[in-house]
């Protein structure tokens, strides 16, 4: 399976600081997604990340929020802007190797990030 | 929205015995994910059921998709110390959609 690098792995921000997550995948996969799990809870799907076009975002998450980048088959970045203490939480990134709707998705590590 | 239901949310274990978590959906599903997420970890796939009563074993790991596939469960047999972590069901429904919608997750922890 794909192998994937997600910085920084964690990070103590200052609320109305943005901060930039960093998603590298060592092939080409189709589909990227970012996730946010929040302490001890499920994951949720902020957006999947098109390549070459805006993200489709899912409900509750915005683009002025949550900008994400995508510029080729293997790197995407998800920014939190204007952080807040409700921002505290765990982002992922997935990939789905095939552009197939019934594939397994791979996780990073994820980055751990925490706001004062 | 579609949503998965995921029970029980805890479940503690004796090393050795049994443990089962249920995932329900209201709708039909297309496939169902399981996935599992040591403590700090991050989830890793164990499997994918396609099919209407599908029934896939991975040593001590059984896994079922109802006949009406909507719902699932995983059992695993005689527990070890290595299964601790949170258990999560993720559902797909119909269509090109490519988005998976998690359970809650169960957090099995073992006393040795």
């Known amino acids: 399976s794909a192998v994937i690098s997600q910085k920084p792995s964690r990070d103590i921000c200052q609320r109305g600081t943005s901060l930039t997550i960093q998603c590298q995948v060592d092939s080409q996969v189709t589909m990227m997604f970012w996730y946010r799990q929040q302490p001890g809870q499920s994951l949720t799907l902020i957006a999947t990340?098109?390549?070459?076009?805006?993200?489709?975002?899912e409900s509750g998450f915005v683009i002025d929020k949550f900008p994400i980048s995508r510029p080729n088959l293997t790197f995407s970045t998800l920014t939190v802007s204007n952080m807040s203490p409700e921002d505290s939480s765990i982002y992922l990134c997935s990939v789905g190797v095939f552009a197939d709707s019934n594939q397994p998705q791979h996780f990073g590590d994820g980055t751990r990030l925490s706001i004062l | 929205g579609q949503q998965v239901m995921q029970i029980p949310q805890y479940q503690h274990v004796q090393e050795g015995e049994d443990f089962t978590t249920y995932c329900n959906s209201s709708?039909?599903?297309?496939?169902i994910q399981w996935y599992k997420q040591r403590p700090g970890g991050h989830p890793v796939f164990l499997i994918q059921?396609?099919?209407?009563?599908e029934v896939k074993k991975q040593k001590r790991l059984t896994f079922q998709f109802g006949e009406a596939k909507k719902n699932s469960s995983l059992h695993i047999t005689a527990t070890q110390t290595t299964d601790v972590g949170t258990y999560f069901c993720?559902?797909?429904?119909?269509?090109?959609?490519?988005?998976?919608?998690f359970g809650k997750g169960t957090l099995l922890t073992v006393n040795p």
């Open positions: 990340a098109n390549q070459g076009s805006e993200a489709t975002y």
């Open positions: 059921l396609v099919k209407s009563g």
């Open positions: 993720a559902g797909k429904w119909g269509g090109s959609n490519y988005k998976l919608t």
């Open positions: 709708t039909t599903l297309s496939n």
